[in-house]
């Protein structure tokens, strides 16, 4: 028996299948990841502040140096978000909420319509993302279950809630408004229009509830000005920006260029594969359009940072699996390098020396999934995703 065959029946082994088996580990990474940072966590100090900062109506985004470090970004609706997560001792809050990031993307891949082989390779393939990013206590991890909850619920029809769960995406990071491109593919279109609008009143309105008109409004304003700020503080972060905007703008060293020289030929990229209608009916053409959603909304953002990359390799994974057709020894050895190189690289089973002297000054980390992309690019513009059948023997 030669190593591939020990390799390929290890890996078919039916524990690595076993869905409580991966929701123990997927559980386990939150308490790990929420233990790891008892005594520091200021993202999450800065996530249960704005709650409090909402309910007594002072600024969202204003500097709390007695607090925490930084300043927040989220929308006014994330106050609400966290609410739960405030009004407890704060350890208590920090685990509750590594536990319900991790429990809201396993859950949207358990509900998803990804084959049962499509979601063990997700869970297996993005755990340490997910640790990565449960370690910054990241949003990212629920900005990805928000878009394929989205994805899927659109294909179930259930336009109304798909559009509940985009609006949150929207108002709470701005990420969620990639769940629009899904728009093309919902069988209710006016439907979900009329549910984006009321969801978009109803949450833009509600943390009204605990303040007043005035404050909410004027709080939107800021937060527009202080993600403009922030897009310019992040060109040349060591440990923001990490992304296709940040790798050409980080290893060319320029500031003289504007990054819509990337971004337009991106979106027109992206949006070149609408014009292929009749792959519409194809699950594996939308799953694709899904994939590149994933990765689009990272690689194309100056706010991406390490534990972003939890949106973009789930995205990556969803590429992988989805075809009809057998992938080559090209597409593996890319999803190797996307594992090697974006997912490893932040831990310390990487070396040290290649992360501070390449990876992170140059924003290497989105290399491997911007060639994902480019190649997904290439596919979905030139592929049939027409089900092949089974010849039979």
Same mark, same amino acid.
């Given at each position: 028996?030669?190593?591939?065959?020990?390799?390929? &029946?290890?890996?078919?082994?039916?524990?690595?299948?076993?869905?409580?088996?991966?929701?123990?580990?997927?559980?386990?990474?939150?308490? %790990?990841?929420?233990?790891?940072?008892?005594?520091?966590?200021?993202?999450?100090?800065?996530?249960?502040?704005?709650?409090?900062?909402?309910?007594?109506?002072?600024?969202?985004?204003?500097?709390?140096?007695?607090?925490?470090?930084?300043?927040?970004?989220?929308?006014?609706?994330?106050?609400?978000?966290?609410? /739960?997560?405030?009004?407890?001792?704060?350890?208590? &809050?920090?685990?509750?909420?590594?536990?319900?990031?991790?429990?809201?993307?396993?859950?949207?891949?358990?509900?998803?319509?990804?084959?049962?082989?499509?979601?063990?390779?997700?869970?297996?393939?993005?755990?340490?993302?997910?640790?990565?990013?449960?370690?910054?206590?990241?949003?990212?991890?629920?900005?990805?279950?928000?878009?394929?909850?989205?994805?899927?619920?659109?294909?179930?029809?259930?336009?109304?809630?798909?559009?509940?769960?985009? $609006?949150? =995406?929207?108002?709470?990071?701005?990420? =969620?408004?990639?769940?629009?491109?899904?728009?093309?593919?919902?069988?209710?279109?006016?439907?979900?229009?009329?549910?984006?609008?009321?969801?978009?009143? #109803?949450?833009?309105?509600?943390?009204?509830?605990?303040?007043? /008109?005035?404050? $909410?409004?004027?709080?939107?304003?800021?937060?527009?000005?202080?993600?403009?700020?922030?897009?310019?503080?992040?060109?040349?972060?060591?440990?923001?920006?990490?992304?296709?905007?940040?790798?050409?703008?980080?290893?060319?060293?320029?500031?003289?260029?504007?990054?819509?020289?990337?971004?337009?030929?991106?979106?027109?990229?992206?949006?070149?594969?609408?014009?292929?209608?009749?792959?519409?009916?194809?699950?594996?053409?939308?799953?694709?359009?899904?994939?590149?959603?994933?990765?689009?909304?990272?690689?194309?953002?100056?706010?991406?940072?390490?534990?972003?990359?939890?949106?973009?390799?789930? =995205?990556?994974? $969803?590429?992988?699996?989805?075809? /009809?057709?057998?992938?080559?020894?090209?597409?593996?050895?890319?999803?190797?390098? #996307?594992?090697?190189?974006?997912?490893?690289?932040?831990?310390?089973?990487? /070396?040290?020396? %290649?992360?501070?002297?390449?990876?992170?000054?140059?924003?290497?980390?989105?290399?491997? #999934?911007?060639?994902?992309?480019?190649?997904?690019?290439?596919?979905?513009?030139?592929?049939?995703?027409?089900?092949?059948? #089974?010849?039979?023997?």
């Amino acid at each position: 028996m030669n190593l591939k065959s020990i390799v390929s &029946g290890w890996l078919r082994h039916p524990m690595l299948r076993d869905y409580r088996l991966l929701a123990g580990l997927w559980m386990l990474l939150a308490l %790990v990841a929420a233990a790891m940072k008892m005594h520091s966590h200021n993202n999450f100090l800065i996530y249960r502040g704005t709650f409090w900062h909402l309910w007594q109506q002072t600024s969202l985004f204003a500097e709390y140096p007695k607090e925490y470090f930084d300043t927040n970004h989220y929308g006014p609706l994330f106050s609400l978000v966290v609410a /739960p997560f405030a009004v407890v001792p704060e350890w208590i &809050g920090l685990v509750l909420w590594c536990l319900m990031l991790t429990a809201a993307l396993y859950g949207a891949v358990r509900q998803s319509l990804l084959t049962d082989r499509q979601q063990v390779f997700v869970l297996w393939f993005c755990a340490h993302e997910l640790l990565t990013a449960l370690y910054m206590q990241q949003f990212n991890i629920a900005i990805a279950a928000v878009l394929l909850l989205a994805f899927f619920l659109i294909e179930q029809e259930r336009d109304a809630t798909a559009a509940f769960f985009i $609006v949150v =995406g929207t108002l709470v990071k701005l990420y =969620g408004v990639v769940g629009l491109a899904f728009f093309f593919f919902s069988k209710h279109k006016v439907r979900f229009a009329l549910a984006l609008a009321a969801w978009g009143v #109803v949450l833009f309105c509600l943390p009204m509830a605990v303040s007043s /008109p005035e404050y $909410v409004i004027a709080q939107y304003g800021e937060w527009a000005s202080s993600l403009t700020g922030k897009n310019a503080d992040n060109m040349f972060a060591l440990h923001q920006n990490i992304s296709l905007l940040g790798l050409v703008r980080k290893v060319s060293g320029s500031e003289s260029y504007s990054d819509l020289w990337l971004i337009v030929p991106g979106l027109l990229l992206f949006a070149a594969a609408y014009l292929r209608r009749s792959q519409y009916r194809h699950m594996a053409f939308r799953q694709t359009m899904l994939a590149s959603v994933l990765m689009f909304v990272v690689l194309f953002s100056t706010g991406s940072e390490s534990s972003s990359y939890i949106i973009a390799l789930v =995205g990556v994974v $969803v590429w992988y699996t989805c075809v /009809p057709w057998r992938r080559s020894a090209a597409d593996v050895a890319l999803l190797v390098l #996307v594992f090697i190189l974006s997912s490893m690289s932040p831990s310390d089973l990487f /070396p040290a020396y %290649v992360r501070r002297t390449w990876v992170q000054p140059y924003a290497l980390k989105a290399l491997p #999934v911007v060639l994902v992309w480019i190649k997904l690019c290439y596919e979905i513009l030139t592929k049939d995703y027409a089900a092949k059948a #089974v010849s039979k023997p």
